[in-house]
């Protein structure tokens, strides 16, 4: 029997807020009082140690089947799908009507509102506490990448050839430094530089997009300061070639290999049965969830195993340890399924202790944002369109208590009561999700469901303008393995 979740008890006195009139009843006998909304919840951490080292050692053991590239490739996607800041500091345009349907599109925004769909970014940003401006205004359509374009951004882009600004003979962005200018790379979002590994992904896409161009028109660098319209012609067609294989590298092999495999055989007209969620649950609840799969190590050409801190860029703008010593990692080693002595890495209910603040970090972004949680209406409606009933059963905060205590019995933790699945963040009930009913590293149904439906809606959002996409150019690609050894050999990108 599913779990409906808290009942309300709602005496009718007339009309009032609501909340005035009603009162919730936990059903574990735990009267809460009056709640007007979900963010009305008590808001908390579960008493859990996610980084204790035996039980990361544990999970890892038992999860740890994806390629690691996986976990940077998602922190890729997620730089593109948005970058959520506070809408009091951005000035920005609140919202935009025509003159004939200002009255209607004013009523309908009032509805949602009543609603509760605040949580959307860029919406009543300067009317809540909570508001948020997401920078990343077209995601993912490679902004994360591209920026507003060659025209302006001269430091990233050659302003003749229009070609990325990337060195055949660097996995990194170019240092542009001059005298006391430091810090400045030839990249256009910043994000990129998080790490060693996502700042490699980055410039290896830059140096497709140069392939692709010069694939287009093999003479591109002669002939662009000699024909006027060449090189934004090529620029252009390119961007759509690399946009479309960007996308489908969502779609089929970083969607694919991370969700549910009885999720990822579902149609696209059985997805669209489900609700997609707001940007800011995408970034704040289902995209922090990636935060537990960074290793605690990783291979580096040459060197060996290189400890996670040497590879983070805690100190932006300035490198990582191991950018600054030249580390590089053999990403076709990273990418690649059939690899058995390559880094492998899963998603589990643990963290690296090297990220042991991060979880607290993220908490701390969530409590002030508000995302869906399990608890919430919303996800609860998405729980209880599931197709599978063992989906839904499992969902339940006592089903998630009974089977989360029963693994970590062992380790001697204490247990999580069916409460604190109430009041987690959604990232960690996913976590927790993926530990229990995820397989062999990858996210549980619901996650799967969350994950599937939000990044595929976003792209079908995409248009790509006049002409569609090229006709012509190079072999379409699938899979970022795909594109690393594609451009294995081809220096003159």
Same mark, same amino acid.
């Given at each position: 029997?599913?779990?409906?979740?808290?009942?309300?008890?709602?005496?009718?006195?007339?009309?009032?807020?609501?909340?005035?009139?009603?009162?919730?009843?936990?059903?574990?006998?735990?009267?809460?009082?009056?709640?007007?909304?979900?963010?009305?919840?008590?808001?908390?951490?579960?008493?859990?140690?996610?980084?204790?080292?035996?039980?990361?050692?544990?999970?890892?053991?038992?999860?740890?089947?994806?390629?690691?590239?996986?976990?940077?490739?998602?922190?890729?996607?997620?730089?593109?799908?948005?970058?959520?800041?506070?809408?009091?500091?951005?000035?920005?345009?609140?919202?935009?009507?025509?003159?004939?349907?200002?009255?209607?599109?004013?009523?309908?925004?009032?509805?949602?509102?009543?609603?509760?769909?605040?949580?959307?970014?860029?919406?009543?940003?300067?009317?809540?506490?909570?508001?948020?401006?997401?920078?990343?205004?077209?995601?993912?359509?490679?902004?994360?990448?591209?920026?507003?374009?060659?025209?302006?951004?001269?430091?990233?882009?050659?302003?003749?050839?229009?070609?990325?600004?990337?060195?055949?003979?660097?996995?990194?962005?170019?240092?542009?430094?001059?005298?006391?200018?430091?810090?400045?790379?030839?990249?256009?979002?910043?994000?990129?530089?998080?790490?060693?590994?996502?700042?490699?992904?980055?410039?290896?896409?830059?140096?497709?997009?140069?392939?692709?161009?010069?694939?287009?028109?093999?003479?591109?660098?002669?002939?662009?300061?000699?024909?006027?319209?060449?090189?934004?012609?090529?620029?252009?067609?390119?961007?759509?070639?690399?946009?479309?294989?960007?996308?489908?590298?969502?779609?089929?092999?970083?969607?694919?290999?991370?969700?549910?495999?009885?999720?990822?055989?579902?149609?696209?007209?059985?997805?669209?049965?489900?609700?997609?969620?707001?940007?800011?649950?995408?970034?704040?609840?289902?995209?922090?969830?990636?935060?537990?799969?960074?290793?605690?190590?990783?291979?580096?050409?040459?060197?060996?195993?290189?400890?996670?801190?040497?590879?983070?860029?805690?100190?932006?703008?300035?490198?990582?340890?191991?950018?600054?010593?030249?580390?590089?990692?053999?990403?076709?080693?990273?990418?690649?399924?059939?690899?058995?002595?390559?880094?492998?890495?899963?998603? !589990?209910?643990? &963290?690296?202790? @090297? /990220?042991?603040?991060? #979880?607290?970090?993220?908490?701390?972004?969530?409590? +002030?944002?508000?995302?869906?949680?399990?608890?919430?209406?919303?996800?609860?409606?998405?729980?209880?369109?599931?197709?599978?009933?063992?989906?839904?059963?499992?969902?339940?905060?006592?089903?998630?208590?009974?089977?989360?205590?029963?693994?970590?019995?062992?380790?001697?933790?204490?247990?999580?009561?069916?409460?604190?699945?109430?009041?987690?963040?959604?990232?960690?009930?996913?976590?927790?999700?993926?530990?229990?009913?995820?397989?062999?590293?990858?996210?549980?149904?619901?996650? !799967?469901?969350? &994950?599937?439906? @939000? /990044?595929?809606?976003? #792209?079908?959002?995409?248009?790509?303008?006049?002409? +569609?996409?090229?006709?012509?150019?190079?072999?379409?690609?699938?899979?970022?393995?795909?594109?690393?050894?594609?451009?294995?050999?081809?220096?003159?990108?």
């Amino acid at each position: 029997m599913t779990d409906k979740g808290p009942q309300k008890i709602t005496l009718d006195f007339g009309k009032k807020a609501m909340g005035q009139c009603c009162t919730v009843y936990d059903p574990d006998g735990v009267q809460t009082g009056a709640i007007i909304s979900d963010n009305d919840l008590p808001r908390r951490l579960p008493a859990f140690d996610f980084a204790d080292r035996d039980w990361r050692d544990a999970c890892m053991l038992e999860k740890a089947r994806i390629p690691a590239g996986y976990t940077y490739l998602g922190q890729l996607i997620g730089h593109d799908a948005g970058e959520s800041r506070k809408a009091n500091q951005i000035p920005h345009v609140q919202n935009s009507f025509s003159k004939d349907d200002k009255n209607d599109a004013q009523a309908e925004f009032d509805d949602q509102d009543e609603e509760e769909e605040d949580k959307l970014v860029q919406t009543g940003a300067n009317a809540r506490p909570n508001g948020r401006y997401n920078i990343i205004e077209n995601p993912l359509t490679f902004e994360t990448l591209y920026g507003s374009g060659p025209i302006t951004l001269h430091h990233v882009f050659d302003p003749i050839t229009m070609l990325f600004r990337v060195s055949s003979n660097s996995a990194f962005s170019v240092d542009l430094s001059k005298e006391g200018h430091k810090h400045i790379y030839a990249l256009y979002d910043v994000r990129n530089r998080d790490n060693l590994m996502v700042h490699q992904l980055a410039v290896t896409w830059m140096k497709y997009h140069n392939f692709v161009a010069l694939a287009f028109r093999h003479d591109l660098r002669d002939r662009a300061d000699k024909e006027d319209g060449l090189a934004m012609d090529v620029f252009v067609k390119a961007r759509k070639h690399v946009l479309a294989t960007w996308h489908r590298v969502i779609r089929e092999d970083f969607v694919n290999a991370m969700i549910h495999p009885d999720v990822a055989a579902m149609s696209e007209t059985e997805m669209k049965t489900f609700d997609p969620v707001d940007e800011t649950t995408l970034q704040h609840g289902i995209f922090r969830t990636f935060h537990c799969m960074p290793r605690a190590d990783y291979r580096m050409k040459g060197k060996g195993p290189k400890i996670l801190q040497e590879l983070l860029a805690s100190n932006l703008p300035k490198r990582s340890a191991g950018e600054h010593e030249g580390w590089t990692t053999d990403l076709d080693e990273l990418f690649d399924p059939t690899n058995g002595k390559g880094d492998k890495t899963g998603i !589990s209910a643990s &963290l690296a202790w @090297a /990220l042991k603040g991060l #979880i607290r970090q993220d908490f701390a972004t969530a409590k +002030d944002v508000g995302p869906l949680r399990l608890s919430s209406e919303k996800m609860q409606a998405i729980i209880d369109s599931l197709p599978n009933p063992s989906w839904r059963d499992q969902l339940t905060r006592h089903a998630l208590s009974e089977a989360f205590n029963a693994v970590i019995t062992v380790h001697n933790f204490e247990p999580l009561s069916p409460q604190a699945f109430r009041e987690m963040p959604l990232y960690v009930a996913l976590m927790i999700e993926a530990q229990l009913h995820g397989g062999l590293g990858q996210l549980g149904p619901l996650g !799967s469901v969350l &994950l599937r439906r @939000a /990044l595929c809606d976003r #792209i079908d959002a995409v248009e790509y303008g006049q002409n +569609d996409l090229p006709d012509d150019g190079p072999a379409h690609l699938n899979s970022m393995i795909e594109i690393v050894r594609t451009l294995k050999g081809t220096p003159h990108v």
